[in-house]
């Protein structure tokens, strides 16, 4: 009976233990989620200047024109694709590089896309209709992919699936595959992957023809000889003098903030689109 007793308790004790735990995921999960609809992020995004249109294939994306609308930035935001929570980035993009249009995809489940589906595979092949047909339609020469986070995996995945010719390509904090992520981040938990990595060939991707130079950014929130020897050795079929390392001022969000870092990416930018 005594042992019982215990054993009801110890199991009592690990379901409030289970229950706190998601509990605190699912309060964060909410917040981090609906703050992306707050009035005051609302009220940013409709007092900037832009333009919310749909693709043919009902996916939206954000159109801030430059003084060139031949000349494009195609955005991939990180994992929350609603574009709200990367108008602060995009305004400082925009005064630094006021040359360009560039233009943000809102990723299937969020924002003005939240009626298509949420999935990586929907947002892989809309991504890629959407910015084909933006090429095609406005006979767009000169455009860039500028990634961040899991926007990086999505680019690697529409590059396999699409031809575009970039003059050049950004990869913030970006890795080319999810097994890279969880190598880099909890090495432990990385052998899960080996068998997936093996059937999708995840670290392939399509080198477009015309070659263009790929720049890896990332700040101290990465280990620098571990991210180097993952950007380095992903895709043997680039040449190791087309990728291109380079480390960032800063931590976290402040890292689009500072001076120094816009001036490198603006002279890149003014280097790849002569």
């Known amino acids: 009976m005594i042992k019982e007793m215990k054993k009801i308790k ?27 609809f707050s009035p005051i992020l609302s009220i940013v995004r409709e007092s900037s200047n832009y333009d919310e249109i749909y693709s043919k294939n009902d996916i939206g994306f954000l159109y801030w024109k430059g003084r060139h609308i031949n000349k494009i930035i195609f955005y991939l935001n990180d994992w929350n694709g609603n574009c709200s929570t990367r108008i602060g980035k995009i ?19 969020y924002g003005i ?4 589906n949420l999935s990586i595979e929907t947002m892989i092949d809309a991504c890629g209709d959407m910015i084909m047909e933006f090429i095609n339609e406005r006979k767009i020469e000169k455009y860039c992919f500028w990634t961040e986070g899991m926007g990086g995996y999505i680019l690697w995945r529409v590059m396999n699936r699409f ?14 595959s999810m097994e890279d992520f969880f190598y880099h981040y909890y090495s432990y938990f990385g052998y899960l992957f080996i068998f997936s990595s093996i059937y999708y060939d995840y670290k392939k991707i399509k080198y477009p023809k ?7 950014f990332y700040n101290d929130e990465l280990n620098m000889d571990k991210y ?11 040449p ?6 380079i480390k960032m001022e800063g931590k976290g969000n402040s890292t689009y903030f500072l001076s120094k870092n816009l001036n490198i ?3 890149i930018l003014k280097k790849n689109f002569i």
């Not at 896309?113 to 298509?116: E, N, T």
């Not at 190791?240 to 390392?245: A, H, L, N, R, V």
């Open 265 to 267: 990416m603006e002279n």
């Open 10 to 36: 110890s199991e009592s004790k690990i379901s409030i233990l289970l229950s706190f735990t998601y509990s605190i995921f699912f309060i964060y999960y909410i917040i981090f989620q609906y703050f992306a």
């Open 210 to 216: 015309n070659k263009p130079n790929i720049y890896y």
């Open 91 to 109: 305004n400082h993009l925009k005064r630094q590089f006021p040359d360009f249009s560039i233009v943000q995809i809102e990723y299937p489940g």
């Open 113 to 116: 896309s939240s009626h298509l």
């Open 240 to 245: 190791i003098e087309k990728k291109k390392i």
């Open 163 to 176: 031809e575009f010719e970039p003059k050049c390509i950004f990869y913030f904090n970006s890795f080319p």
């Open 228 to 238: 180097s020897q993952t950007m380095y050795f992903s895709n043997k079929d680039i």
